[in-house]
């Protein structure tokens, strides 16, 4: 057989070794034929059927989740998204409409409506939220393969052998039965780093790689695989000497592991005894054990979005709070850093009744605070449930893209209104609740005097810095290469915000990639960094990083990169820095 090797994008690091196990899936281009007049209402029951069996489908994997007990709590968000989706008009009534008025058979019909809310999705900004578009491609794939016949189930892994997924994509549902089957690692042809795969993988911490492409095509059933999450390679039919290497890495990255276990209660103190705070990024309430595991010593960035996504309606005041007051009961006194709503310019998104206008350019347009301060009702409403979840726990407002002194002072009257309110109904409430701004825009670094003036912390964006300094969307692949947080113009940025903030003494935190990143954990360090949030399965690796830094040794190459004009030379100093 012959060995080859396919790169995609590491979304969760390590080594598994094992046979491939592939899934299929059902093609989205699908015929379109014309069916007689007499058989419309025939077609209409074949895919109110195929819908009725999808429903059916989540319903047990739901059921089957809560009775494991050992399944990550935002599967059965994800889980609710999809059913959702599913139950969305413009997916379950709008393709009988073109059933009966083209006559055209049930996929084709089905896929049409797909398209029309992929496009919506595609209005939207924030790179996490506008991949939720493959939410909808998954559920449309499922319904097309209950209407050709075939189950939306994963296939059961060979028994005594450790098993690779192989997938064009994976829904949410596939990776409930993936943690059921325990499968060792999987990749896909799609996906991004805020994916459902890479957002399971990393909550697992089983090895992923996405993004291949052609890996689904290429690969075929039992062959011999090694995925590498850190290095984002996939192996195929390896000979004996790299199978013998890679056993080797594998069994030193689970002593690694083992190790890194045993940090958890112990304080992230360097050598030469400075203090780092480790938070963690969340996305729902059920992250929160993760959270807890890990060690973090607060949340230093909880997303709101989920609650306002595929639903009829706007969430109510009550059921924010809810959510919120869970996560704040539940790290007892640590805090918890929430974002305010960071939808992008969305035109027309169900749930959100259509209060966004069409964007020319969504990346420019009216998203984050600009939209929360030009729909002041939904803001509101969000501030009164922040603000009543801060009498149950140490609670924080986090407001995202801020650019302006205007913007900040707008923003603080708002959340003072939405004090107002709560004192006229006797409703308890943090009235020192602290209030904290995003540095995601460069003119939000070049003008932080006003931040600093009227904010009690900061926390930096480096997705969004880097994309906006850059002109780069990530996301892209056409471009994406050029995406690089080593640019001069961005260590120039970030020791500009963090040099002065401390000055300021004013706290500040990154809270984007970077954070999570070892390689730049030495180099956020030397810039003065003290306060670190990322995802929970990277907290181990970086308290060990910090453990094993002596700030004042490494302050003399992190000014020189600091000069640095020439990537090679950054790049150079880097590895420098971590050796």
């Known amino acids: ?105 049930a996929e084709w019909a089905l896929t049409q409506q797909m398209g029309v809310l992929v496009d ?21 794939e499922r319904v097309l393969k209950r209407m050709m016949g075939t189950s939306g189930a994963l296939p059961t892994p060979a028994a005594e052998e450790r098993t690779i997924l192989v997938a064009h994509d994976l829904s949410p549902a596939d990776v409930i039965q993936f943690k059921q089957h325990r ?61 013998s290497e890679y056993r080797l890495k594998q069994g030193e990255l689970e002593i690694e592991r083992q190790k890194l276990k045993r940090l958890r209660t112990k304080p992230a103190e360097t050598i030469d005894r400075q203090r780092v705070e480790l938070h963690a990024n969340i996305e729902l309430p059920g992250d929160l054990e993760q959270v807890l595991e890990s060690g973090a010593t607060g949340v230093g960035l909880f997303r709101s979005e989920f609650l306002f996504l595929n639903r009829e309606g706007l969430p109510t005041e009550d059921e924010q709070f809810e959510a919120y007051r869970s996560v704040a009961e539940g790290m007892d006194g640590k805090p918890v850093t929430i974002r305010t709503f960071d939808l992008g310019a969305d035109k027309s998104k169900e749930g959100l009744d259509g209060l966004v206008r069409v964007a020319p350019n969504p990346a420019l347009g009216l998203r984050a605070v600009r939209f929360c301060l030009a729909e002041p009702r939904l803001f509101l409403t969000q501030l009164r449930a922040i603000l009543r979840a801060s009498h149950h726990g140490r609670m924080r407002i986090l407001v995202p893209m801020l650019a302006s002194a205007a913007e900040i002072d707008a923003t603080l009257a708002m959340i003072e209104q939405a004090k107002e ?18 540095i995601e825009i460069p003119a939000a670094v070049l003008a932080m005097d006003a931040f600093l003036d009227k904010l009690d912390f900061l926390s930096i964006g480096t997705n969004d810095l880097i994309q906006y300094t850059l002109a780069v969307d990530r996301s892209d ?26 000055k300021a003494q004013v706290p500040i935190a990154v809270c984007g990639e970077m954070a999570g990143e070892v390689a730049y954990t030495r180099l956020l360090l030397g810039l003065g960094l003290r306060n670190f949030s990322m995802h929970p399965a990277q907290v181990p690796a970086l308290k060990q990083r910090v453990l094993t830094t002596d700030i004042a040794a490494i302050k003399p190459l992190v000014d ?10 950054m790049v150079a100093l880097l590895e420098k820095l971590n050796a």
């Open 1 to 105: 057989m012959v060995s080859f090797a396919l790169h995609g994008i590491g979304v969760s690091g390590g080594i598994a070794i094992g046979r491939a196990q592939l899934v299929s899936h059902a093609t989205l281009e699908v015929a379109h034929y014309t069916i007689p007049a007499t058989k419309v209402d025939e077609e209409i029951a074949r895919f109110d059927h195929a819908v009725g069996a999808v429903q059916e489908e989540l319903k047990q994997l739901h059921g089957t989740m809560m009775a494991s007990g050992d399944v990550p709590g935002e599967f059965g968000a994800f889980l609710d998204v999809h059913w959702m989706i599913l139950n969305d008009p413009t997916i379950a009534e709008a393709p009988k409409r073109l059933i009966a008025e083209q006559r055209c058979n």
């Open 120 to 140: 919506q999705f595609n209005e939207i900004e924030d790179t996490y939220l506008r991949e939720r578009k493959s939410d909808v491609v998954q559920v449309v």
């Open 183 to 243: 499968f060792a690692a999987f990749l896909t042809d799609l996906g991004g780093v805020t994916s459902h795969p890479a957002i399971v993988a990393r909550s697992l911490a089983v090895p992923a790689v996405v993004a291949t492409h052609n890996a689904r095509q290429m690969i075929h059933d039992g062959e011999m695989l090694i995925v590498d999450g850190a290095n984002h390679v996939v192996i195929v039919n390896p000979d004996r000497a790299v199978l």
């Open 421 to 438: 309110t709560l004192r006229e109904r006797g409703e308890p409430f943090d009235a020192n609740i602290e209030v904290g701004g995003m």
């Open 477 to 502: 692949e056409a471009v994406s290469h050029l995406y690089d947080p080593l640019h001069p113009a961005i260590v120039r940025l970030l020791a500009l915000a963090i040099g002065g903030a401390a």
């Open 560 to 569: 020189r990169m600091r000069r640095t004009e020439t990537p090679a030379k």
